[in-house]
């Protein structure tokens, strides 16, 4: 510790007595043992000096320039909360009240009085059991093209997804098992400033966030553990209500995260606050856990995206599956990853129909319509953050050979029978036989094409053992589709 003697206590002491000069050298000892007594208490104990106040925020302010003829009452009513404000604005500004203003005159404007128009958002999709409700009404079906507003609450069953549309083109995609409430959603009258506030009671929700054009524009989700507000980007919100965690992870574009703990439970960051001012400032690929009444977890690159298997494999089997091949961080990491899947019918996954995690780089959804529709698959860390994802188009269209074969009696005939499980009208069938001596039909006996019937019989087969398939090709629509039957053997003998 670092001593400092004041110059005039020096002089003050010269023009003393020695025993005055006694005293003060007694006296400045003393003091200089304290001290290091102090010191080495404050590196052995904590400290306890008294905590500073926060720091009140000054008041904000919004500018409006006068229109000729404007009056306070006027300006009140129109673009403040309670009309009754005139005062405040007068006092504020220091204008008479009956007063008629020029144009011209900048008036101050109290932020926190401006008055706020009710949004609505509407349902662009959902699939599965998806229901709402408002107040202390019962929940109800949610229908694509419905419209929801401030005060609603949102829930989905298993499989059930719903994805809203803002007014600003704004996104959300809740998935399955989750719970959303609609918190606020209005926009300023005077600034044109959005503000939309979402609670997540479970699950998870989705967003992508039309990038803010005004200073005081505000979109936050919070959940139990934690607020995250973006300005324009894509993230993710899951809060897991067992393990009170929530992970946010961001797509694209960068979100401030705040621990609920630190805030009221209905507080949040005021409108224009900047994201670096979040205790979190997370960025595009990374993300974080946060426990409830925690601090903000650590930032966490999220694992690259796996690939997938044969990509342009047209699902044509029983069920819909697909093999994935994990990213090289991902396989190389201490923990093996596990895997989310999700189909949709676009693909920037608005319109979510399927949604399984896997242990294994193995997914199957079980049967699915024909049609054209979308997979992402992602992997998940041992943190739980869902990683970058993928996606990829693909086509569903069943399209089976069944086939059988016996010997016809009475005779050294064997006859062979199949049938496809799809014959469109727009496209004909044809067909190719292929029979050979070993099961991997390189050197075929009889390889018969542009069969168009599902009957074919072969006469004079010597005694032996037989392997043989079906091939069906179909033109339909620009684009050859081919399947084939599983190998299939018999053994003749006399």
């Known amino acids: 510790m670092t001593f400092c003697v004041d110059d005039a206590s020096v002089i003050r002491?010269?023009?003393?007595?020695?025993?005055?000069?006694?005293?003060?050298?007694?006296?400045?000892?003393?003091?200089?043992?304290?001290?290091?007594?102090?010191?080495?208490?404050?590196h052995a104990q904590p400290s306890r000096a008294p905590k500073q106040r926060a720091k009140t925020a000054p008041p904000a302010y919004v500018s409006y320039v006068t229109q000729a003829g404007d009056t306070l009452y006027e300006i009140a009513s129109r673009y403040l909360s309670d009309t009754a404000d005139w005062a405040v604005l007068s006092r504020l500004n220091?204008?008479?009240?009956?007063?008629?203003?020029?144009?011209?005159?900048?008036?101050?404007?109290?932020?926190?009085?401006?008055?706020?128009?009710?949004?609505?958002?509407?349902?662009?999709?959902?699939s599965g059991p998806a229901e709402h409700a408002s107040g202390g009404s019962p929940y109800l079906p949610l229908m694509t093209g419905a419209t929801l507003g401030e005060g609603d609450r949102i829930r989905t069953g298993p499989n059930g997804f719903v994805t809203l549309e803002l007014s600003d083109g704004s996104h959300l995609t809740m998935t399955q098992d989750g719970a959303l409430?609609?918190?606020?959603?209005?926009?300023?009258?005077?600034?044109?400033?959005?503000?939309?506030?979402?609670?997540?009671?479970?699950?998870?929700?989705?967003?992508?966030?039309?990038?803010?054009?005004?200073?005081?524009?505000?979109?936050?989700?919070?959940?139990?553990?934690?607020?995250?507000?973006?300005?324009?980007?894509?993230?993710?919100?899951?809060?897991?209500?067992?393990?009170?965690?929530?992970?946010?992870?961001?797509?694209?574009?960068?979100?401030?995260?705040?621990?609920?703990?630190?805030?009221?439970?209905?507080?949040?960051?005021?409108?224009?606050?900047?994201?670096?001012?979040?205790?979190?400032?997370?960025?595009?690929?990374?993300?974080?856990?946060?426990?409830?009444?925690?601090?903000?977890?650590?930032?966490?690159?999220?694992?690259?995206?796996?690939?997938?298997?044969?990509?342009?494999?047209?699902?044509?089997?029983?069920?819909?599956?697909?093999?994935?091949?994990?990213?090289?961080?991902?396989?190389?990491?201490?923990?093996?990853?596990?895997?989310?899947?999700q189909i949709s019918r676009d693909a920037d996954q608005l319109d979510l129909i399927r949604d399984i995690r896997v242990s294994a780089p193995h997914a199957d959804f079980g049967d699915l319509a024909d049609g054209t529709y979308f997979v992402r698959i992602a992997a998940i860390d041992a943190n739980g953050l869902e990683g970058l994802p993928q996606v990829y188009a693909f086509e569903r269209r069943q399209f089976a050979v069944g086939a059988s074969a016996a010997a016809r009696v009475g005779s050294h005939d064997y006859e062979f029978r199949w049938f496809v499980s799809r014959a469109p009208a727009s496209a004909q069938t044809r067909f190719r036989f292929v029979m050979a001596t070993t099961a991997n039909l390189r050197h075929p006996i009889v390889d018969r094409a542009d069969l168009t019937g599902g009957q074919l019989v072969v006469s004079d087969l010597p005694p032996g053992v037989y392997y043989w398939t079906i091939v069906a090709e179909?033109?339909?629509?620009?684009?050859?589709?081919?399947?084939?039957?599983?190998?299939?053997?018999?053994?003749?003998?006399?």
């Open 474 to 494: 179909q033109f339909d629509n620009g684009r050859l589709y081919e399947t084939a039957s599983a190998v299939r053997t018999f053994t003749l003998a006399r």
């Open 13 to 42: 002491g010269r023009t003393g007595s020695a025993g005055r000069r006694a005293s003060a050298v007694l006296a400045a000892a003393g003091l200089f043992a304290f001290a290091c007594f102090a010191s080495a208490s404050a």
């Open 94 to 126: 220091h204008v008479p009240a009956p007063r008629r203003m020029p144009a011209g005159i900048a008036l101050r404007l109290p932020a926190d009085k401006l008055k706020q128009d009710p949004e609505t958002a509407r349902l662009i999709a959902t």
């Open 181 to 341: 409430d609609i918190d606020r959603l209005r926009r300023t009258t005077l600034t044109g400033a959005g503000d939309r506030q979402l609670e997540l009671r479970r699950g998870q929700v989705e967003s992508q966030v039309t990038h803010a054009t005004k200073k005081d524009d505000r979109f936050q989700i919070r959940s139990p553990s934690v607020v995250a507000g973006v300005r324009g980007t894509r993230f993710r919100v899951a809060y897991d209500g067992d393990a009170q965690t929530t992970a946010v992870e961001v797509l694209d574009g960068a979100v401030g995260v705040d621990p609920v703990a630190a805030l009221s439970r209905k507080s949040a960051p005021p409108p224009g606050v900047p994201l670096r001012a979040s205790a979190q400032l997370l960025t595009a690929r990374f993300g974080s856990v946060t426990r409830g009444g925690a601090a903000v977890g650590n930032a966490v690159a999220l694992l690259p995206a796996p690939a997938l298997s044969e990509p342009a494999r047209v699902q044509d089997g029983k069920t819909v599956a697909f093999d994935l091949i994990p990213a090289e961080a991902a396989a190389t990491a201490d923990t093996a990853p596990t895997y989310r899947v």
